[in-house]
């Protein structure tokens, strides 16, 4: 029989106990090894049975167990401490307190940061991979340095999904619905007590309505919509019932929710908490671009502004980062689907359908008129924007360069800060231990919290024996879970206790332990290792050097050639020659992977380069002394230095991304197939197994222990963070607060119609006439060239422009290279034909074949770009930025 209501039933905890309440509400506990151990000590079985959640372990706990700890003055001491800790780190000044150079602008007072998903903890499962892993370590990060971050996302009550396996190695999905009051989060409710509420309107005379939940996560709140409410129609509340799913008008809804919705949630909690308003907001990828749709609503109906000058007021303060290195990553919707419900009575006061339309327009060559791109609108309402590694920075300008026509990818004002991990979360705790005792524990901390590299130094003096002793023992660790979520995989796959023997003998902790896990989309080339299979077994079953690897790996639901890719593996994984040297484990989660990390000795990578943005799972692994094995992709494409680990080559073929079922493709994949098997045979495996006289491989531990020294500060969330901080947060801060003014925008205003005067009046500017001496001839290195520029500038003035030189190395087709920029200086007022002069002298500073040309770009001290305002005049000759060559 079923229930007709649900609800739980909270323990009530003694008074002596009360601030356990407290410490497990605060999802610090997640990366605080003391807070956890306080909790296993609680009652380690019914911590174990409850999957290491503090609030379900407080539910279940035996009420005898209970009054037994009341009355234990050891662990009330211990609790007391805890409790005490957790307010001094609250309260007490960090990083971000005493981060504002002297004389400097104050850094901003608050930073309001959207994702659609966030992996905080395996016990609040809100997230599907990298994007949400990336969001949770950014608040935690934020967190440790003292940022004053607000994070705001949508409470899914399914989550993403749960994944097994059936007989045959076909994935399985189950969606266990969260029960909120058995989660780490609260429910923010007005004075009266009632639940606060958002509102949305929806065409037909609906609403959409949602409750918002707090998760505390150390520092920093965290602000999630929930549409499952009574308030709802059906309909309505399936809008957040599970991450990713349903049809493109179901993520439209999520979306809106997300963007206009957080928004209004945020102000609520303001209103009840008396928190600053945010200065800035960060949209973590285009799913919450619509935010800045609301904050245009907003300054429209408070400030009396127009919509150009709300745009710019909310331009200056935004940060859009994108994640994906290809258009089929992007959300785009129908075009009068988005129409339907930003127009008629649905439209947003002040916010005309046709600008929001705009927004979204897929306007360059190639594009779609009739789709709405997310992130198109995130970017044109965003005056900062970055990329997550410094490939993918270039990849994401060369990939959006048509919303800057005229301008060559390098000039697309899209900048990049490399991702990070945050330590605490991911270093096994002893390998923080062994770090500890060789430089202190506080230093130790200090050095996973700000990633200083000044912080690490030291680490190189710990001797080989402890390195190697550690590695064997995070190993065998490994192992054991491995054991454990095997055999309850295989229960689940309809297996029977008695032909189960041999799961006992799978994985040695002695033999070299590859691991590769991560979402599986076809790029991630899950199955490249199975490529030569009778290779691959001979690796794996190698007489006196074999390797053993570690799968795991979750495909979208409705990714059905992703779950072949998984049933391939599983299949070779199943077969009873290699079964005890490879694995695969479904359903990975952050629980898994904080064994998998640490377990490992080499972390393999392979993409389809280049559509790894980041790839934060091989830092995770480094930061526990594990190797990278990769393409030159993502992060590794920047930090791989030959030390570290293996770069496998890439087979380039020159044709871009191939279809993955063209010839081109599979000749490559046997390539780079081929390239990795050799690397293991004659490089890792051989450099593992090379033991000295005592019995240690010491080129290994050399690797190991220069990786911890080298990339554990560069890897780090910490110094992503304060990358955040002082190159993107405090310059948004700084620019809105110069557009606000007093609170009456009128420096906005003043932008706004410059930036539509500007407009109207570009078509008529035009570079009329370049000349220079000699500059058909060769010149001598350290000569320079005397330029003379005519340009025509319609109804502009001088100071409305910048007359610029590019010049640089040119190859055969004439294209400029490390372009250098030189200003030109206006000469006189203009002549009898309107026409200014621009002169200035072009130094040559380098050999070879060298060329420049000449640029007019609008000027104005409030742009963070020159080619914010995508608007660019050439000369006649140097259409599509073609050299004026000079040999």
């Known amino acids: 029989m079923k229930a007709i209501r649900r609800f739980t039933v909270r323990t009530v905890l003694p008074e002596q106990l009360q601030p356990l309440h407290e410490l497990a509400l605060n999802l610090r506990w997640s990366w605080h090894p003391e807070t956890r151990d306080l909790f296993r000590s609680v009652d380690p079985d019914v911590w174990a049975a409850t999957g290491e959640d503090p609030v379900r372990l407080l539910g279940e706990v035996p009420a005898a167990r ?29 990083w971000y307190q005493g981060a504002g150079p002297q004389g400097a602008a104050p850094l901003p007072a608050a930073i309001a940061y959207f994702s659609p998903e966030y992996g905080i903890a395996a016990a609040l499962p809100q997230y599907s991979g990298g994007l949400g892993i990336l969001a949770g370590d950014h608040l935690k990060a934020a967190s440790d340095l003292g940022v004053p971050v607000i994070g705001v996302g949508l409470f899914y009550r399914h989550g993403y999904f749960r994944q097994s396996l059936d007989r045959d190695g076909w994935q399985q999905e189950r969606y266990p619905l969260l029960d909120p009051d058995e989660l780490a989060v609260t429910l923010l409710r007005e004075a009266d007590g009632t639940p606060s509420r958002v509102d949305l309107v929806l065409p037909g005379g609906r609403t959409l309505a949602a409750h918002i939940w707090k998760a505390q996560v150390g520092r920093v709140p965290l602000l999630l919509l929930d549409s499952g409410i009574e308030a709802n129609s059906p309909a309505e509340r399936d809008v957040t019932d599970r991450l990713y799913g349903g049809g493109s008008e179901h993520r439209l809804l999520q979306e809106m929710l997300l963007g206009i919705g957080g928004v209004r949630a945020v102000r609520v909690y303001q209103r009840l908490t008396g928190h600053p308003a945010p200065e800035v907001f960060h949209t973590n990828e285009g799913h919450a671009g619509f935010l800045g749709v609301e904050r245009i609503r907003e300054l429209v109906a408070d400030a009396g502004l127009d919509f150009a000058a709300a745009l710019e007021a909310v331009r200056a303060g935004t940060l859009f980062t994108t994640h994906t290195p290809v258009p089929a990553g992007i959300d785009r919707f129908d075009r009068e689907l988005v129409a339907r419900h930003f127009g008629g009575d649905t439209a947003l006061p002040g916010v005309p359908v046709d600008q929001v339309l705009a927004l979204g327009a897929e306007t360059w060559r190639g594009g779609d008129p009739k789709l709405f791109n997310m992130a198109a609108m995130g970017l044109r309402l965003a005056q900062r924007a970055n990329g997550v590694s410094t490939l993918h920075g270039e990849v994401s300008r060369s990939m959006f360069n048509g919303l800057w026509p005229g301008f060559d990818a390098a000039d697309v004002p899209i900048t990049s800060v490399t991702n990070g991990v945050h330590a605490a979360t991911w270093i096994d705790p002893a390998v923080v231990r ?44 490994l192992v054991d879970e491995v054991r454990h979520r095997l055999r309850a995989s295989w229960r689940q796959r309809g297996a029977g206790e008695a032909e189960l023997g041999w799961v006992s003998s799978v994985l040695d902790p002695d033999v070299l332990t590859i691991g590769f896990a991560r979402r599986v989309p076809s790029y991630k080339r899950l199955t490249l290792m199975l490529r030569d299979q009778q290779r691959l077994r001979a690796l794996l079953l190698h007489p006196t050097r074999p390797v053993q690897i570690v799968v795991a790996g979750k495909a979208h639901p409705a990714d059905d050639g992703g779950k072949r890719l998984i049933q391939q593996m599983v299949a070779f994984a199943d077969d009873p020659a290699v079964r005890h040297r490879i694995v695969f484990l479904p359903d990975y989660d952050m629980a898994m992977a904080q064994h998998l990390y640490p377990g490992c000795d080499v972390w393999l990578n392979n993409p389809l380069r280049p559509l790894e943005a980041c790839g934060t799972s091989g830092m995770k692994a480094a930061l526990n002394g594990c190797l990278n094995l990769s393409v030159l992709d993502g992060w590794w494409d920047e930090w791989f230095d030959g030390q570290n680990g293996w770069a496998i080559p890439t087979a380039d073929t020159g044709e871009g991304v191939l279809d993955p079922d063209s010839r081109e493709a599979e000749r490559r994949d046997d390539i780079e197939a081929a390239a990795l098997y050799d690397l293991i045979e004659d490089q890792v495996a051989t450099r593992f197994y090379d033991r000295g006289s005592d019995g240690l491989p010491h080129r290994w531990i050399a690797m190991v222990r220069h990786t911890l020294v080298t990339l554990g500060p560069k890897v780090l969330a910490g110094r992503m963070v304060r990358e955040y901080v002082e190159r993107l947060y405090a310059p948004a801060a700084l620019a809105q607060r110069e557009l606000a003014g007093t609170g009456a925008f009128r420096a906005a205003r003043e932008l706004a119609e410059w930036k539509a005067r500007v407009r109207e009046a570009w078509p008529v500017v035009r570079v009329e006439h370049v000349e220079a001496d000699c500059p058909d001839e060769a010149q001598e290195l350290g000569s320079a060239l005397a330029l003379r520029v005519q340009v025509a500038l319609g109804p502009l003035e001088p100071a409305d422009v910048e007359v610029q030189v590019v010049s640089g190395r040119v190859d055969e087709s004439d294209r400029i290279s490390d372009a250098a920029l030189l200003a030109l200086k206006p000469v006189g007022g203009p002549d009898l034909d309107g026409r200014t002069r621009y002169e200035g002298s072009l130094e040559l500073g380098r050999t070879g074949p060298f060329g420049y040309t000449v640029r007019v770009l609008p000027a104005h001290p409030r742009l963070a770009s020159p080619a914010e305002p995508g608007l660019v005049a050439l000369p006649p000759e140097a259409a599509g930025m073609d050299a004026g060559l000079l040999r």
């Open 434 to 477: 062994l770090g500890a005792t060789e430089i202190g524990a506080d230093r130790a901390e200090e050095a996973m919290t700000t990633g200083e590299a000044r912080r690490w130094t030291g680490l190189e003096r710990i001797g080989n024996t402890e390195v190697w002793e550690l590695r064997r023992t995070l190993r065998a660790q």
């Open 66 to 94: 209970l009054a037994a700890l009341a009355a234990d003055r050891r662990f009330l001491r211990r609790l007391g401490d805890l409790a005490d800790d957790l307010r001094e780190y609250l309260a007490g000044p960090r």
